[in-house]
């Protein structure tokens, strides 16, 4: 093989590379214009903006995993009270979910 075969073969090696990411550049221009118009379409028009929209639900916090309620316990000892428990489980506390926490009393038959 002589110089100029390897020029050759040089040159369309480069040539084959380039198309490639000119083609991939080209797909992916595509991909955001149709991501753009489907994000326009979904997007309220100004007189839908304008009207009041229905209450949303209440959402938990982050992480959270629903609604807890108390009976007869302070919220301090209820978050003590979780943090023992995530502790001895060796679990984070988003992971646990409590639905009530009740203190109970020595002398309570419930």
């Known amino acids: 093989m002589g110089f100029s075969d390897a020029l050759l073969y040089s040159l ?3 040539l084959v590379v380039f ?4 083609l991939l550049m080209v797909i992916i221009k595509v991909m955001i214009a149709v991501g753009d118009r489907r994000q ?3 997007a309220p028009t100004p007189a839908e903006a304008l009207e009041p929209a229905a209450a949303p639900a209440p959402v938990p916090a982050p992480g959270s ?3 807890l309620k108390l009976y007869d316990t302070d919220p301090r000892t209820a978050a003590m009270l979780m943090a023992i428990v995530a502790d001895e489980l060796q679990l984070p506390l988003n992971e646990l979910r409590f639905l009530s926490i009740r203190e109970v009393k020595e002398n309570d038959p419930t």
């Open 19 to 22: 198309f490639a990411l000119v």
């Open 40 to 42: 326009k379409q979904t």
């Open 65 to 67: 995993a629903g609604e």
């Open 12 to 14: 369309a090696g480069m």
